[in-house]
């Protein structure tokens, strides 16, 4: 359904469809995670093993400056990578767990709210709106409790943090 709304849209700005394209697209559409160039290349490579990093890095642009594909950074949690998603999915925020990063997506009302407020308030035209809210999820909530306790036992026992050394070799 995504992929044929595109294609309407690749149609209506006089852009042709290759398969190439269509595969990157699909990928893109289908997928329930953020995927980098390097993971789209490579899953694209399963699909047609004669698609070449240079095309799919080429077609990733075109998407993108199409306006058909976001790119996100996701809090840059590792370094300067960039993530793709269509932008036919509802609007949403990505919530970044900067321990062990995983993504959520945040779909609701408040996000419409915010955009209709900035509008009024700034008389601004807003043509699109990334939200990245970065944090700990509470999976990683709990570990970091346990390792601040961890730490604060080893402390007023008098020792300091555990170093570990590396093994000796004989
Ligand atoms: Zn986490
Ligand atoms: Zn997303």
Do not use: W
Not at 5 to 34: A, C, F, M, N
Not at 87 to 94: D, F, P
């Amino acid at each position: 359904m995504a992929v044929n709304t595109t294609r309407g849209s690749l149609r209506e700005r006089g852009i042709r469809l290759t398969r190439q394209r269509q595969i990157l697209l699909d990928l893109i559409d289908k997928t329930r995670d953020h995927l980098d160039a390097e993971q789209l290349y490579k899953l694209a490579k399963v699909r047609d093993s004669k698609i070449n990093r240079v095309t799919v890095y080429r077609t990733i642009k075109m998407l993108k400056e199409t306006g058909l594909v976001d790119e996100l950074d996701l809090m840059h949690y590792s370094g300067d990578q960039h993530y793709y998603e269509t932008r036919l999915k509802q609007e949403h925020a990505h919530v970044i767990c900067l321990r062990c990063g995983r993504v959520e997506e945040f779909f609701g009302d408040p996000l419409q709210k915010l955009r209709r407020q900035i509008e009024s308030h700034l008389g601004f035209q807003i043509l699109l709106a990334r939200t990245e809210v970065g944090g700990y999820c509470s999976h990683c909530q709990a570990l970091r409790a346990q390792e601040i306790q961890a730490a604060t036992k080893a402390a007023e026992s008098g020792r300091a943090a555990p170093v570990k050394e590396p093994p000796r070799r004989r």
